[in-house]
């Protein structure tokens, strides 16, 4: 209750004719130190409040400091490990690629065992990057997209459309909707 509430719950005092009787005037003085020491109790137990309030308003802004700093931890591990994993995954598609070269000179040198096993080697791969969900960039015959293809060199071929791809000297790969690495390509020069 605030001090005007205070003041309009006094009771009237029945006033004699005489304002100047010693009752009288006592009475009204001992009902403003009532008021006065109600609100000063009152003001007493809000400063408590008050104080109270404080601490649990510090309590809260440290718990959210904490839990900022939580985050920005968790975000920085988060980081870590995609980069992490970019890493591994451009590893394991470097492994890829020797698998395949093996498996090309092992063709190309007519070495029938060896060339059986690699082909072994690279079919278990493909499926395990299948199940991976990492499929490889099939690029030749389209037209460049820098988005998929990065193109190192143009050559001149009458035959074929400006920018289109003619060979594929590292293959890409891609995994859902994000590229893992762009296929490194050939195309044909701008005519």
């Known amino acids: 209750m605030d001090i005007k509430k205070e003041i309009e719950s006094l009771q009237p005092i029945q006033m004699a004719e005489n304002v100047e009787e010693p009752h009288i005037a006592e009475s009204l003085l001992q009902q403003i130190n009532d ?4 609100f000063a109790d009152k003001l007493s137990i809000d400063s408590k409040s008050n104080e109270e309030l404080k601490k649990a308003m510090n309590l809260l802004e440290e718990q959210v400091e904490d839990k900022r700093e939580q985050i920005r931890a968790l975000k920085s591990d988060i980081k870590r ?16 690629d020797l698998i ?27 499926i395990r990057m299948k199940e991976l969900n990492i499929k490889p960039i099939k690029p030749y015959g389209q037209i460049l997209n820098p988005n998929f293809h990065e193109a190192i ?31 490194v390509v050939i195309t044909v020069k701008e005519q």
């Not at 008021?35 to 109600?38: E, P, S």
């Not at 490990?81 to 591994?88: R, S």
């Not at 289109?164 to 296929?183: P, S, T």
């Open 35 to 38: 008021i006065y020491a109600a």
């Open 81 to 96: 490990i995609i980069k992490d994993e970019q890493n591994m995954q451009n590893e394991l598609l470097d492994i890829f």
């Open 100 to 126: 395949e070269q093996l498996q090309t000179f092992a063709k190309t040198s007519f070495n029938n065992p060896l060339a059986d096993q690699i082909s072994s080697l690279y079919r278990h791969t493909e």
């Open 153 to 183: 060199a143009a050559v001149e071929n009458p035959g074929k459309k400006p920018f289109e791809i003619v060979e594929v000297v590292k293959n890409g790969y891609i995994k859902g909707d994000r590229v893992l690495r762009k296929a």
